[in-house]
């Protein structure tokens, strides 16, 4: 019996996964849980299998069917992942998973090594992607995942000062985006350009704050300031 067994496993074959799957999904701000999903997914590729289903992945996990699900869309929508359309022989239409963008992420990254003074804007995009998702406590909506393109395609604002903003509100208890987006404006419409810059322009504020205390009602030791009432 156990040598029927092992010749069944044997006979499953092997998966052969390329090295930078394990060396670049950090950097890319992809988890570990994102990471082993598209392993498995990458297995059944391999496979001849180029489109899993929810159900398919997570028996070979320890995820629920709409948590990967879920996974499969944040992937898709990080631009790690790939839904195609493809037609067979015959003329019918069929649907594959591609690993394509996920290389194509990791060339840009390595390309970023080679050449520091380029843009590493994708190595950034994932880190900060990832920094406002572990801050909101649950992963980003499609439209907020576009609000952040916008401030970096259309505002032109850096990586840093975004961070920077996130902090702010965060220290202000106004975790959402309308907040961040504002911050960011008062901060581009008074010159501010660096966090430094960003962290000294606040405590103006939050020092104006202190001085309107009185021996009744003392100014808080570290007072928030409503960045949506800004003049």
């Known amino acids: ?16 996964i390329p090295a930078v799957f394990l060396d670049y999904y950090d950097a890319l701000g992809i988890d570990e849980k994102d990471m082993m999903l598209l392993l498995h997914i990458h297995r059944f590729i391999q496979q001849g299998h180029t489109f899993p289903t929810p159900e398919q ?57 080679q050449a520091p003074e380029k843009n590493k804007s994708d190595l950034d995009a994932g880190e900060l992607y990832r920094l406002f998702e572990n801050e909101f406590g649950r ?41 961040i987006d504002r911050i960011l404006f008062e901060w581009q419409k008074n010159g501010i350009k660096t966090p430094e810059e960003a962290d000294a322009f606040s405590e103006k504020f939050r020092q104006k704050q202190r001085g309107k205390g009185t021996a009744e009602q003392p100014a808080q030791p570290y007072p928030n300031y409503n960045w949506l009432e800004a003049d």
């Open 57 to 113: 992945l997570a028996q070979k996990m320890t995820l629920t069917v709409n948590t990967c699900q879920e996974a499969i869309g944040r992937l898709l929508k990080r631009g790690v992942l790939r839904l195609e359309q493809k037609e067979d022989d015959n003329g019918l239409m069929y649907e594959k998973y591609s690993l394509g963008p996920f290389y194509d992420k990791v060339f840009a990254y390595l390309e970023a090594e």
């Open 139 to 179: 992963p980003l909506s499609p439209m907020e995942g576009e609000t952040l393109a916008m401030w970096v395609d259309q505002d032109h604002y850096t990586y840093p000062l975004m961070r920077a903003a996130l902090r702010e509100a965060v220290i202000s208890g106004k975790l959402n985006l309308r907040y």
């Open 1 to 16: 019996m156990e040598r029927d067994v092992m010749i069944k496993l044997l006979e499953q074959g092997h998966v052969s």
